[in-house]
């Protein structure tokens, strides 16, 4: 059933679109920030720096404010600040870039406290065994972000004064889709506010990213005419294949989406395994770039999990139960959730020029657990 939003929802979102139209969501380094700042945001071991109705989760419909309270008034805080575009990849050789990080998490939804935690591992740190990661310098969401307003701008919040962090990669989920003023918020608010982005249509979410020797490809399986309830046709696979093509520059190319092409550990039949045929058609394609392509992004599962993929319509890859490592296959990361899951998830990419190092965390669900090691592999 389509969610109805509430009036809180639609403020919010009139007075952040208006806050983006000027360009970038800047960041003030004003000391207002979270609580390991020593702002008045909450405490690290204090669950009531968000506001709740006793369950531990804020209203979807709150707002949050710069200090990460819902209800506070503040202007939005994206992470990147005015001269973001300095982040972007300069010219030259892909290969001349040192070592660098970025981080994806999925489908944190309306646990705020347990997203707040994620936000903050990514930020600190705190497990980072030899070889060690560098500090993020973007983040992933493959989708089901709502409530939008309220994660994004924790997002700015936590990494606000932070000298690394400088976008904010987002895919549509079903959930954001579900509801219009979600839908809008990310394609109205949130990408016109990062830096860099090629975007398809400024009503969808398609759009491509090149940071330094990586490019990001981002794709919307729900909006016509290529999406259509998670899966993706034959016209969004061409700009999918144009974008691996023009990406001349770049040593990697990552793709990320919401609903898996092999679902694990839940919505089996309900993701983009429905479609198989487009399905088949669009992993083949990304196979024929396995030069370049390294993995897709996916969430929807709410569970952690990663195989190798080389024949899409093979009975390894269609059967819930196998997690293949196909020899010239493509990676599917299915980033589990940072809130709307059993386990609090954040996933961690070290690029350098002929590798990339993936470290997967994963705590319980809250405000203050510890996260520990769940996987690490590295790749092509």
């Known amino acids: 059933m389509r969610k109805v939003a509430g009036t809180g929802s639609l403020v919010v979102l009139l007075a952040l679109l208006a806050a983006c139209s000027g360009g970038g969501a800047a960041r003030e380094d004003d000391g207002a ?10 405490d690290d071991g204090d669950p009531d720096g968000t506001e709740s109705d006793g369950d531990g989760n804020a209203e979807p419909g709150d707002t949050v404010g710069a200090d990460g ?51 903050r591992e990514m930020r600190d740190l705190t497990r980072n065994p030899p070889p060690s990661f560098d500090h993020a310098e973007l983040l992933v969401v493959p989708g089901d972000i709502d409530t939008n307003s309220v994660n994004y701008l924790l997002w700015g919040e936590i990494f606000r004064g932070d000298p690394t962090m400088a976008a904010y990669v987002a895919a549509l989920g079903n959930h954001d889709f579900e509801n219009s003023l979600e839908r809008v918020y990310v394609t109205g608010a949130i990408l016109p ?11 969808d979410a398609n759009y491509w990213l090149d940071w330094k020797n990586v490019r990001f490809i ?23 294949e144009a974008a691996i093509e023009s990406a001349v520059a770049a040593s990697h190319v990552f793709v990320a989406f919401h609903e898996p092409a092999f679902p694990r550990g839940g919505h089996d039949g309900d993701s983009f395994n429905a479609c198989p045929a487009d399905r088949d058609a669009f992993w083949n394609m990304l196979v024929a770039h396995r030069d370049k ?32 490592d196909e020899a010239d296959g493509i990676w599917q990361i299915d980033c589990g959730a940072a809130g709307n899951g059993d386990r609090n998830t954040v996933v961690r990419f070290q690029v350098e020029a002929d590798r990339v190092r993936v470290r997967a965390l994963d705590a319980d669900n809250g405000l203050v657990a510890g996260f520990d090691v769940l996987d690490e592999f590295e790749m092509p």
């Open 218 to 240: 981002v794709v919307d399986q729900y909006t016509s005419p290529w999406g259509d309830d998670g899966c993706f046709g034959a016209g969004g696979r061409a700009w999918v």
């Open 33 to 42: 920030g979270d609580a390991d700042d020593g702002s008045g945001g909450a």
């Open 193 to 203: 506010a990062q830096p860099g982005l090629e975007r398809h249509a400024p009503d």
């Open 293 to 324: 392509v390294r993995a897709a992004l996916v969430g929807h599962t709410h569970v952690y999990s990663r195989l190798r993929v080389r024949d899409p319509a093979g009975a390894a890859a269609n059967d819930p139960a196998q997690f293949p």
């Open 69 to 119: 309270d819902p209800d506070a008034s503040g202007e939005e805080d994206g992470a990147a600040d005015d001269d973001a575009e300095a982040g972007a990849p300069e010219d030259g050789d892909a290969d001349t870039y040192a070592p660098w990080s970025f981080v994806a998490a999925a489908d944190p939804r309306n646990n705020f406290l347990t997203w707040r935690n994620a936000l």
